[in-house]
């Protein structure tokens, strides 16, 4: 998946500079972990109701 800007190359329109790849891998990592968490909540509640049901 990508994102296309909407400004021009090189024109943030804030001054401020472009996130590094660091912290681009970082908060790509933030994401996964937190969908990991989401996904593995869900699993257990669909488990629970199922075990429930007997």
């Known amino acids: 998946m990508s994102v296309t800007g909407t400004q021009a190359p090189g024109s943030s ?3 401020a500079p472009p996130p590094r ?3 681009q891998a ?4 933030v994401l ?3 969908s990991l968490g989401v996904s593995l ?3 257990a509640l669909l488990l629970l109701a199922r075990l429930g049901e007997r």
């Open 13 to 15: 329109g804030t001054g």
């Open 21 to 23: 790849v660091r912290q």
């Open 26 to 29: 970082r908060d790509a990592l």
């Open 32 to 34: 996964m972990g937190f």
């Open 41 to 43: 909540l869900c699993a």
